[in-house]
């Protein structure tokens, strides 16, 4: 008799705890709080972000949270979300102004830019992540054309006060901070690139907070993020080509600086270019530049070196290229890495050949340059410098109208070549795991 009283006993407390489940725990809150790296999180009966401690600095990862589906199905949206006290349905998303905003506006150069306004682009991306999470779709508003008001998302370096102030005054180009200020949410990195990775932490943390089955969220008054994602830092080495002659705005329009505004999710490209130099330096060096100073002293916080040059070597020799000037090219080409190499160890280099010539003098850039630039690429891996090599030549040799003198690409021509250049760093500098994009 004992027993069959245990037994059913523990059937009773076996059916309370299935009932218990079946319900999903709401009417007994676990009241119980968890220290994290940003604070002090209530569970799930308390949802509201409390004011964090300040972080450490923190890469954008990917978080994967493995929810309990004992539970029910994991919402994919919150009932609500707010910012301080105030329903996100208050506020409205600012963002900061173009630094290309008025030059866009000249026909013969808005082609030219066809990826300008970054800090809008990342304004419509948080817009449309707020929208997938809450069916709220907020107004979105560049900071000069917009009245102040209190209750304001404010992305990048806009002009309001709070975005130059605090935690914003002096960013790092890796970093970024997500920040609630009195009445603002302000969102910003050391460079528009960081900013628009500040929104990948964003995802993450709401996709956790779901995955805990949490469907309220509130950014306390207070609340503070310090946050890192690493821009790949690309050099351009080379000749007038890649100082960007031909255009009508070098520093502008030359395709180094095309290629910064096509990558500035990922990258930030420096230019090195230096008209009329060689690769040898028996003839134009350089290595006797200032722009290959600069490089050097760059290198430190390189991750990328192209290296285009040889379209003044051939010219330059004006007796038949011979054996000895190959390797004469070749050595003048290790040594600028070896250079470059002495400041960081972990560079990587990109080989390219020249751009298609499309003039009569047979020494310009030839097949045979371009077969001497195809070969430099084993030569230089075999002595220790991780390089890869871009076929300028055929990204440009159906540009023909856009190569006016024959040697220098126009303002068109630059940005076909900034967009093959750039397509190929893409596969370079993307992370291929463990990084939300």
């Known amino acids: 008799m004992k027993h069959f009283k245990l037994i059913v006993l523990m059937c009773l407390v076996a059916m309370i705890a299935i009932a218990a489940v079946a319900c999903g725990g709401a009417e007994t809150p676990d009241t119980t709080a968890a220290t994290t790296a940003e604070g002090v999180v209530t569970t799930q009966a308390a949802t509201d972000e409390t004011t964090p401690a300040e972080t450490t600095t923190a890469t954008t990862t990917a978080v994967?949270?493995?929810?309990?589906?004992?539970?029910?199905?994991?919402?994919?949206?919150?009932?609500?979300?707010?910012?301080?006290?105030?329903?996100?349905?208050?506020?409205?998303?600012?963002?900061?102004?173009?630094?290309?905003?008025?030059?866009?506006?000249?026909?013969a150069?808005?082609?030219?830019?066809?990826?300008?306004?970054?800090?809008?682009?990342?304004?419509?991306?948080?817009?449309?992540?707020?929208?997938?999470?809450?069916?709220?779709?907020?107004?979105?508003?560049?900071?000069?054309?917009?009245?102040?008001?209190?209750?304001?998302?404010?992305?990048?370096?806009?002009?309001?006060?709070?975005?130059?102030?605090?935690?914003?005054?002096?960013?790092?180009?890796?970093?970024y901070v997500v920040n609630v200020v009195g009445t603002k949410l302000v969102i910003c990195g050391g460079e528009h690139g960081t900013t628009w990775h500040a929104i990948d932490y964003l995802e993450t943390r709401f996709a956790a907070k779901l995955a805990k089955r949490e469907v309220n969220y509130t950014f306390a008054t207070g609340f503070l993020y310090k946050g890192n994602h690493h821009l790949t830092v690309i050099g351009c080495i080379g000749d007038s080509i890649t100082q960007g002659e031909g255009a009508s705005d070098q520093k502008l329009l030359g395709y180094p600086a095309q290629m910064g505004r096509i990558l500035w999710k990922d990258a930030i490209v420096y230019?090195?270019?230096?008209?009329?130099?060689?690769?040898?330096?028996?003839?134009?060096?350089?290595?006797?530049?200032?722009?290959?100073?600069?490089?050097?002293?760059?290198?430190?916080?390189?991750?990328?070196?192209?290296?285009?040059?040889?379209?003044?070597?051939?010219?330059?020799?004006?007796?038949?290229?011979?054996?000895?000037?190959?390797?004469?090219?070749n050595n003048s080409c290790l040594g600028i890495m070896a250079s470059l190499v002495k400041k960081n160890a972990n560079l990587k280099f990109v080989?390219?050949?020249?751009?298609?010539?499309?003039?009569?003098?047979?020494?310009?850039?030839?097949?045979?340059?371009?077969?001497?630039?195809?070969?430099?690429?084993?030569?230089?891996?075999?002595?220790?410098?991780?390089?890869?090599?871009?076929?300028?030549?055929?990204?440009?040799?159906?540009?023909?109208?856009?190569?006016?003198?024959?040697?220098?690409?126009?303002?068109?021509?630059?940005?076909?070549?900034?967009?093959?250049?750039?397509?190929?760093?893409?596969?370079?500098?993307?992370?291929?795991?463990?990084?939300?994009?």
């Open 64 to 107: 994967v949270t493995t929810p309990d589906t004992t539970l029910g199905p994991v919402p994919t949206s919150f009932a609500s979300m707010k910012i301080g006290e105030t329903p996100i349905s208050d506020y409205t998303i600012v963002y900061a102004k173009s630094p290309y905003e008025a030059y866009v506006k000249i026909p």
């Open 271 to 329: 230019n090195f270019g230096d008209s009329g130099s060689s690769m040898r330096n028996d003839l134009d060096a350089y290595t006797n530049t200032r722009a290959y100073l600069d490089a050097v002293n760059a290198a430190k916080t390189a991750d990328i070196f192209t290296i285009m040059l040889g379209t003044n070597d051939t010219w330059q020799d004006t007796a038949p290229w011979t054996d000895s000037d190959t390797e004469l090219y």
């Open 109 to 175: 150069k808005k082609q030219y830019f066809p990826v300008y306004d970054f800090d809008h682009e990342t304004a419509n991306r948080l817009a449309d992540l707020i929208f997938d999470l809450t069916g709220v779709r907020l107004n979105v508003v560049q900071d000069t054309k917009s009245t102040e008001v209190a209750n304001e998302i404010l992305i990048g370096k806009t002009n309001r006060t709070v975005s130059s102030s605090g935690h914003f005054a002096n960013l790092l180009t890796d970093d």
């Open 351 to 437: 080989l390219a050949n020249c751009p298609a010539y499309f003039g009569t003098a047979g020494n310009i850039a030839t097949p045979k340059t371009r077969q001497i630039q195809e070969a430099l690429v084993s030569i230089v891996n075999d002595a220790g410098y991780p390089t890869t090599f871009f076929d300028t030549y055929t990204a440009t040799k159906t540009l023909r109208s856009h190569f006016p003198d024959t040697v220098h690409p126009n303002d068109m021509g630059h940005l076909k070549m900034a967009e093959a250049f750039a397509a190929y760093l893409q596969t370079l500098i993307t992370p291929t795991t463990g990084e939300a994009k």
